[in-house]
């Protein structure tokens, strides 16, 4: 049966059952106070579902009571905002028949959270109650962190590290994995594509942080909940809430407004939201012109001058990077129409787009090359989706149907600075549309389950070109072939059971999960009247499952685990790259070199020999991870620790290609081989580092520790910090794997915070750090963004290619360029002088042997301004110090001053 008739089979026959019978009714009351005990009163009270719709709405009375009937029973977030600001979230359980009590307590914007809607499909709880680790960040710690981009949010999180590749791209690290491995949904409709990258997130910065109500990070596999991809964890992004009245129209807006001094940056955000009983939208536009970096010290700690050089970035170009400028704009709307009692359609609708961005990494700030641009980067997302409650014998149904457009320009020249290199313009439109449903019911004995399906269909549209600048363009072979499309999809069933009510929770979930690729030779143009692309069709499946558990063991002591199995299928990037990355490296996959006899080789970069393993079509990645948690919390301390332990099976990697001699002068994709080692690794003129296959190479596994700790010490001051730690091994030789993105290093964070109750004013002050990274893979060493290997070759090329190009040489006294008496401008040194001060007698040798520690001092505050304005200042980095986190392509920020000023009305 094909798997679009075994889905729709699937959706019918759980729409039937849906009609199949009714359920009873449940009551929630309360009162609303603020936190000096006096009830509030007009406040709003939203009873949301798991899927952030709104089951419910409510005002409280001039006593602060509030009272909600004839709700359908199940797990619901009630968020409550007072008029003047304040407001609170809280996970609420009803049962069938039962009358619930539950008082709010409203403060002002909290910077911790502890209500999860994503951990578990369709159910809201309180994280702490759960086996696994959540990491929920608050709309207030987007506010303080996101300036450039949405990845600076996860700064200073337990188990996270963040992944800057360039001004315009970044990601997040969960558990040491980063990019293909960490899944991302948007309102749980998946926004990860098969097209995905394998070391870098391209479009996670396309969604707008001041569009978002909350961030979820959920660590370890998710495969059973979520599908495919979350080897690491899942990043779970929840949109801004159309909002119901309980009676007439209200409008409200804010405008928020920016500037930053590291960036010379600034922006604004607008919202605008209108609601009445049975209609509700939200508006919400932003823009942000982010100039010119200046990095700690005012240096570019990789910068080609100081890469081949051995001499600092401010003697060529002052302290701010060029090529870091970029323009982002973002827009979002959210309607939501009652259809009847207990019935809503959702519609969401979302744009982005970045302009003017640059792989700087690749440019002046790493390879020096001449061309590196990022163009046309944008997004289309939306979804419309049914969410009914008491939907026959269910206790609620959701349908969700999506679409996800991602594009993106890429204009690239190689050769450090060659001007006379072919120009290469890739140019990429990936298509997603899905469709999704699950139904949860309540039974006896304590069970909730639910069960569902979902199905995504990735197509993508590739075209290429390279550019001679002196003969023209001419047809080029795409990234990954024009026409390949990739389906994912998967049925799932989840139980999660209050095994003695308030002391054991226990929650499985399976899944069987399938992905197919293919992609045809005939919808690729010829390349040189050669074919480029070949036939190829890929279909593989698994089984993936989740068993968690919570043990409450009294006087606030909670003992959790969770053990979980994830599965990544290979991706159109996995199974049809070929030709020169975004890291600066030709690339192919195993349809490019088939019959020519090629092995793998033992590490990625030129010191490589043949494992003796062929080179071959690519399998899935699978997972299996282990986790315990021991958590405490009373009413003055919050403090966890857990353990976990990841495999990874069949890790896909990229290696260095191996092949017999004599194969200078063949053709290695559109490309001819130029040299070859004595080894078999072979060299192509786009490229300076040998060229790389991807293979599933080894077995890997990461361990480590996240620890997080919270002290009120006074009604107004408290304490709190984490620390994760973190090591990954290949299983067969114990050295560090050969994972993209590499390892984060130890790292933790300390906070401490002034908060009266009651008052309008706030302050704290942030210590992060991050310990010395000595464990580096051979494709760490080799990668610009980390170790930044530089060889002889490398050198020259810089030299009298990039460096000449720029003015920083000048001829000799033979008045000709390209000739030995050529000197560096700034110290008067010919090639062969700074070759041996940089290098000595090596031939080749990484710039960063092991990634320097750093520690960082911060100063933030905050203070209300009547009901309506507020106003946010953020100085961080006091030091200035320099530092770059792991698989970076930029330095962070140095001393910065932020200024955020935010108007409600």
Known sequence: MKPFSLFSLFLFSSLWLATAGATESAILTGRVRNVSGAPVADARLALLTARQTVAAVATSAADGGYRFDDLAPGAYELAVTAADGLAARLA????????????????????????????????????????????????????????SGLSEAFAEEVGLSVQQTSPTLGGVFIRGLVASRVSVFVDGVRYTTGAQRGGISTFFNLLEPSGLRGVEVLHGPQGAQYGSDSLGGSVQLLTATAPLTASGLEFHGESSAFGSSAF????????????????????????????????GGGIDSRAAVA????????????????????????????????????????????????????????????????????????LDFGYLRYDGQRVGWLDSLTVTGSFNVQREERVNQGGQGNPTALIGAQYER??????SLWGSKSLPGGHTLLGGADFYRDALRARAFDANPTT????????????????????????????????????ASLRYGVAAYRARARDNALVGGRAVVEDDAVRVSAW????????????????????????????????????????????VAAPAVAGRNAFIGTTADATAVS????????????????????????????????????NVNDLLTTQTLILPPGAVGTRLGTEIITAQLPTGAVFVASAASPARVRANFTDARIYGVESSAGVKLTESWSLGGNFTWLQAEDRATGLPPDVEGGTPPPQGALRLRYQLPGRRWWAEGVAAAAHRQTRLSSLNLDDRRIGAARTRTQIQNFFRRGATVRGFVEAGLDGRFGTADDRLRLTGETLAQIQARVLGMATSAPMFPALPGWMTLSLRGGYRFGERHDLLVALDNLLDQNYRAISSGIDAPGRNLTVRYTVRF
């Open 544 to 587: 993936t499952f989740r068993v968690s558990g919570a043990w409450q063991l009294g006087r606030g002591f909670v003992l959790a685990g969770n053990a979980a199995r994830g599965f990544r299928p290979p991706n159109m990037t996995d199974l049809g790259s070929l030709g020169l990355q975004g890291n600066g490296v030709y690339e």
């Open 92 to 147: 609420v359980s009803l049962v069938a028949g039962v009358e619930t009590s539950r008082d709010v307590v409203v403060a002002m914007s909290p910077v911790a959270e502890t209500v999860t809607v994503t951990a578990e499909v369709g159910l809201v709880q309180d994280k702490d109650e759960l086996g696994q680790i959540v990491t929920v960040i608050p709309r207030a710690r987007l506010r303080e962190r996101a300036i």
């Open 307 to 378: 890469r081949f050089f051995d001499l600092p970035s401010s003697r060529f170009y002052g302290e701010r990077q060029p090529d870091t400028a970029f323009t982002a704009y973002a827009g979002s709307l959210k309607a939501v129409a009652t259809l009847a009692a207990g019935r809503q359609l959702v519609f969401h609708y979302q744009r982005g787009q970045q302009d003017g961005g640059k792989r700087s990494d690749q440019l002046l700030g790493g390879d020096g090359n001449l061309v590196a641009k990022l163009g046309n980067l944008m």
């Open 430 to 435: 990936a298509r997603s549309v899905g469709v």
């Open 611 to 646: 494992t003796g393993l062929p080179v071959k079509q690519v399998i899935p990645e699978s997972s299996l991870s282990y986790e315990g948690s021991l958590r405490y919390r009373n009413g003055w301390v919050d403090a966890d620790v857990t353990v976990f332990v990841t």
């Open 472 to 507: 023209g363009a001419a047809a080029a072979r795409p990234r990954v072939p024009n026409g390949a499309y990739f389906n994912n999809y998967g049925f799932f069933l989840q139980d999660a059971w209050d095994a003695a009510p308030n002391r054991l929770r226990l929650s």
């Open 264 to 295: 010379a940056g600034f922006g604004n955000a607008v919202r605008l939201a209108v609601g009445t009983p049975r209609f509700g939208s939200v508006i919400n536009l932003a823009g942000r012109r982010i100039n010119t970096l200046r990095a």
